[in-house]
């Protein structure tokens, strides 16, 4: 079975360091990963995705992520934060037995100091 | 036309109402969703459709009721619902049965149920 943790309810940094947004996932076959990232009221909105091509996958607005398959990981980062990255990211997982079915993470809010 | 909309963005009805959410998209995608997120949670899945038949029903309840009149269409009609339904609905699509190529999400429709 799929599952995806999410390893921090908030993260807090300030404006200009770097962004890191943890996420590990368990799946017995190759996953695919995704990113998803929900400002306040509003809908999802894909960053980046994994689909068993290049590990390090680079994403909209300067994020990227590794997957590491040795540390069933997926971290989200992006190495300066901005103002505007304050909001809710969600961590996915595809299901692998049923094609339609995402598995969320329980989403990390990041905030961001000025 | 990347986006998929949806109408209204609010709305407020009371427990004897009846009212539809829309949701429409131009992409060409043939597979739509219907999600409920409550606040501070992931999403989670109602409904899903592929070429306008409906492939997945999460034992959602019966004043729930999805209908797909075309494929860039997608309804979710309300009836006789609780205050406990209050969330945000989103909708989203992707092209047709293989999911890793992400969701594209609405910016959803707040229920509020009196």
């Known amino acids: 079975a799929q599952s995806v943790t999410q390893l921090d309810s908030h993260v807090s940094v300030s404006e200009g360091t770097p962004v890191l947004l943890r996420c590990n996932y368990s799946?017995?076959?190759?996953?695919?990963l995704f990113w998803y990232v929900q400002h306040p009221n509003k809908g999802l909105q894909l960053l980046l995705k994994?689909?068993?091509?290049?590990?390090l996958v680079k994403g909209i607005n300067g994020f990227e992520a590794e997957f590491k398959k040795s540390e069933t990981s997926f971290h989200l980062t992006k190495p300066s934060a901005h103002m505007s990255d304050a909001a809710e990211y969600f961590c996915?997982?595809?299901?692998?037995?049923?094609?339609?079915?995402?598995?969320f993470g329980t989403g990390t809010r990041l905030k961001v100091l000025a | 036309d990347t986006e998929v909309t949806q109408t209204p963005k609010h709305l407020v009805m009371g427990m004897t109402n009846k009212k539809s959410l829309k949701c429409e998209q131009h992409m060409g995608h043939r597979a739509m969703y219907w999600y409920k997120q409550k606040a501070k949670k992931p999403p989670e899945l109602m409904f899903v459709y592929s070429y306008e038949k409906l492939s997945i029903n999460e034992s959602v309840p019966s004043r729930f009721s999805p209908e797909c009149p075309n494929s860039s269409l997608l309804n979710l009609h309300l009836h006789a619902l609780q205050p406990e339904d209050s969330a945000l609905y989103l909708c989203?699509?992707?092209?047709?049965?293989?999911?890793?190529?992400?969701?594209?999400f609405g910016s959803g429709t707040r229920l509020t149920v009196v």
């Open positions: 989203a699509s992707s092209q047709g049965r293989v999911v890793h190529y992400g969701y594209t």
């Open positions: 994994y689909t068993s091509a290049a590990t």
């Open positions: 996915v997982v595809r299901r692998t037995s049923g094609t339609y079915k995402y598995i």
């Open positions: 799946s017995s076959y190759s996953p695919s």
